[in-house]
């Protein structure tokens, strides 16, 4: 049923006297009448204040009529409503008063130290846990002693050190090591890294270095713990300009926290940096960094102990030889051996294999020295010229004595352009000795041309590639090092060039001339080209010989893409076997 319009005010008057209406409901607040009539309509119509005309009506009509008095309704929602402003401003004025007593505590707290502490006996590394570094070792085990019994050494007069400065190549252990004292010493433990100190706003490192030799001598004796100081400790006096920055206040700060007017008994700082040549001469006195102790690469015993460690929570295959390994990986430090075991432990889980064979730990060694594996290249024209290229490296490694021993030759492409390798196996005596010989230095420039001469022998001058671009950039490193710094040439025994300053060192700013004449220059550049046209040679000749050799290591490689050290040494014997009598004859 369609709801019928309002009615004016006089007609209301009219159906209320003819009982047309069946009740009103009056409304004060709003005033209007809600009509409701016999079959159920409802209406609205305004109506004056106070009238007491439709209440006379109603009355007499006997209509009944009810008063809503809404007003008390209005006025309590209005309280209401007043009542949750004051509430929201207040929230918001204390809000506002914590927010800025929050921003004057971090304003009063940005000079203090942001040095983590470990408390006594939170630390679970242990010397055991670190390995193939003894000497280092045993260097800081003396620092524990120092702290679990003074009383041993200030007896005789020995003063405990101030500083210990842990130096070596990125990832061979510093830090594991201070972990290792802190857990070792049972005493409270500072760490925080170099960076932390400095901030833009001047005065603020200086401070923070204050507080933090504050603390530490309230809980004394204990040890500070600085990452990468290098970081502050740069030489000062720098640059253009003049030295004083906020970097330098803080090294100032420090060097006078170490060793100045108030004694720091009891607090040891240890610190790590793998640019020690970069470092203040007044940081590194005795009685600021009493020791310094290096962190070498460590050699094949270490590097089998350091396999043996991360060899605890990975299973291993029982043929897998940690001693092999250990030869296999020359110069890989602690974080490079934890690496390789960890992509090995990933690719033995891809593969759905419960425990870590030499397989996929000759993958994982492969990804981390070459790259990604990518598609293997088709049978081509590229692919052969790749592989005479890579057998050019292989059979001269083999034949040189002097050369490093050949591990394996592959056409396996890798991510980044490489389209196959012929990876060796430095020797590990030159690496622990590093002293190079001239024979070994000239063996590896003969194998560096060995891919240029292989294909100058087998597809002529005119026809030889770019791919030896990376293997020229080496040859001329090497030459040029063996003419200006080792000696190894006709100008004598003399270095001529020598590792560039750095310039934020303030070093060797405006000097850009070398320290030799035109003429000298001259025949630097004669020598070196001399170097590598002797070494291009040399390759040509140890190949040309052999080109039947070489095709059937080329057909070899390609139709198994891979060879190994071993098979390819051996092929190689049987040739040189077969060959001998015949050029005695």
Known sequence: ??????????????????????????????????????????????????????LRTAQQARVPLTVRDDRRDEATAGLIGNILLVVLLFGGLTLLIRRSSQVANRAMGFGRSQARIQPEGSIDVRFED?????????ELEEVVTFLRQPERFTSIGAKIPKGVLLVGPPGTGKTLLAKAIAGEAG???????????VEMFVGVGASRVRDLF??????????????????VGRQRGAGIGGGNDEREQTLNQLLTEMDGFQDNSGVILLAATNRPDVLDTALMRPGRFDRRIVVDLPDRRGREQILAVHARSRPLDPEVSLSDWASRT?????????????????????????????????????????GLGVAPLQDSAKKRLIAYHEIGHALITTLLPQADQLDKVTLLP????????????????????????????????????????AEVVVFGPSEVTQGASGDLEMVSRICREMVTRYGFSSLGPV?????????????????????????????????VRSLARESLQEAINLLSPRRALIDRLVDLLIEQETLGGEEFRAVVSRYEAAREPVSAG
């Open 330 to 370: 020359p110069g890989f430090s602690g974080a490079d051996l934890s690496n390789l075991l960890n992509e090995a432990a990933i690719l033995t889980a891809r593969r759905d294999l419960q425990t870590i064979n030499d397989q996929a730990l000759n993958d994982a060694l492969e990804r981390i020295t070459m």
């Open 495 to 527: 270095a001529l060039e020598a590792d560039a300053g750095e310039v934020f060192l303030g070093r060797d700013w405006l000097r850009s001339d070398p320290h030799y004449s035109r003429e000298t220059g001259n025949r630097i550049d004669t020598l």
């Open 414 to 453: 890798r991510a980044g352009g490489v389209g196959g390798f012929a990876r060796t196996m430095p020797d590990e005596e030159i690496l622990d000795s590093g002293l190079i010989s001239k024979a070994y230095l000239r063996a590896r420039l003969v194998v560096a041309m060995g891919g240029r001469a």
């Open 187 to 197: 005493v409270p433990f500072f760490s925080i890294a170099a960076s932390e100190f």
């Open 1 to 54: 049923m369609a709801k019928p319009p309002p009615p004016s005010y006089s007609k209301l008057l009219q159906q209320v006297r003819k009982g047309q209406v069946k009740d009103l409901e009056l409304s004060l607040l709003r005033r209007e009448v809600t009509v409701t009539y016999p079959a159920g309509a409802k209406v609205q119509v305004p109506v004056f204040n106070n009238d007491q005309e439709l």
């Open 214 to 231: 504050r603390r530490a001598k309230e809980k004394a004796p204990c040890i500070i713990f600085i990452d990468e100081i290098d970081a």
């Open 130 to 138: 670190v390995a193939g570094i003894a000497e280092a070792k045993q």
